[in-house]
């Protein structure tokens, strides 16, 4: 079975099954897949190979960095530059439309971040990442021990000035969106299973904090990459595959994978091919909601 149906309105949002096509293998574990709408290619991480690369529509898939400090979560700003975490080095940089790397962050109160995982562009500019401890670990990143004590989310200024810390009591915070209107912030933890709620004020700071929803199931898989679709859908691979859940935190149902999947992202012409970082794999599959364009 492809999918798991909890809630009838899945399948007004994905439908009554998905097609799981396989568009790219070989890898080593993939993440940080992003959709660029207006040159129409896919760009994603191999973190263990230390290579970013992309994939076009006519199925070929090129290097687009190597090595490229063993990136993980990417995102694009809204002048459609990458803004990427790195695990090798612990920072946050934004590849310049030359091609050019600028490092926007990499320090907090003067000790070196964890390793950034994932991340997001707010609409006025303000770029937030989670900071677990996973680039730290040999094969997805560099062994070494952390300077910091805890495992933060922090917001840090699109000029890369100002860095502010606004939760520091995740066991290992994750994936992370925004609501459709950018003033709720959630963010997944992979130890604890559940995703939280902040709310963002105009100045860009963070209130709140509960848990939103509990992300359980049967299978393997924990909360990792987390997207909202233009319906207003959060979706979050967890147990079993990727979970759909509404905006009332019902979850409509769970997309199963062929193999473990840390992220995901939506692309094509109409933004309904949802494309798939699993493992050693990029599948693609065609869903009835469409996703965001990320500028």
């Known amino acids: 079975m492809s999918v798991t149906i909890h809630d009838d309105r899945f399948r007004d949002v994905i439908g009554d099954s998905v097609n799981l096509e396989q568009v790219g293998?070989?890898?080593?574990?993939?993440?940080?897949?992003?959709?660029h709408p207006v040159e129409k290619h896919l760009t994603f991480s191999d973190m263990p190979g230390d290579h970013m690369r992309r994939w076009t529509p006519d199925g070929q898939i090129e290097t687009f960095r190597q090595p490229c400090n063993m990136a993980n979560g990417n995102t694009y700003d809204a002048e459609g530059r990458i803004v990427t975490c790195e695990h090798a080095t612990s920072r946050v940089t934004r590849?310049?439309?030359?091609?050019?790397?600028?490092?926007l962050a990499t320090h907090y109160t003067g000790k070196e971040l964890n390793s950034p995982n994932d991340i997001v562009v707010r609409n006025d500019g303000l770029i937030y990442f989670t900071d677990p401890t996973y680039?730290?670990?040999?094969?997805?990143?560099?062994?070494?021990?952390?300077?910091?004590?805890?495992?933060?989310?922090?917001?840090?200024?699109?000029?890369?000035?100002?860095?502010?810390r606004i939760a520091d009591d995740f066991g290992q915070p994750n994936g992370l969106c925004f609501s459709l209107d950018?003033?709720?912030?959630?963010v997944n933890d992979t130890e604890r299973c559940h995703i939280r709620s902040f709310e963002i004020a105009a100045d860009g700071t963070a209130t709140g904090g509960d848990v939103w929803v509990d992300v359980t199931g049967e299978g393997e898989g924990?909360?990792?990459?987390?997207?909202?679709?233009?319906?207003?859908?959060?979706y979050c691979t967890g147990p079993g595959g990727v979970h759909v859940i509404s905006s009332d935190k019902t979850c409509l149902g769970v997309i199963h994978m062929q193999e473990f999947t840390a992220?995901?992202?939506?692309?094509?012409?109409?933004?309904?091919?949802?494309?798939?970082?699993?493992?050693?794999?990029?599948?693609r599959a065609k869903v009835k909601t469409a996703g965001l364009a990320l500028f």
């Open 95 to 103: 590849t310049e439309h030359d091609g050019s790397i600028t490092v």
């Open 182 to 186: 950018h003033n709720t912030l959630f």
């Open 263 to 283: 992220n995901f992202a939506w692309g094509g012409d109409d933004l309904k091919d949802m494309f798939f970082t699993s493992s050693t794999s990029l599948y």
């Open 25 to 35: 293998t070989g890898f080593a574990f993939t993440e940080g897949p992003i959709w």
């Open 135 to 164: 680039g730290r670990l040999d094969y997805y990143g560099v062994e070494r021990d952390c300077e910091l004590d805890y495992q933060g989310v922090y917001c840090v200024t699109p000029d890369g000035s100002r860095i502010s």
């Open 222 to 234: 924990h909360p990792d990459g987390m997207k909202i679709d233009s319906a207003g859908n959060v």
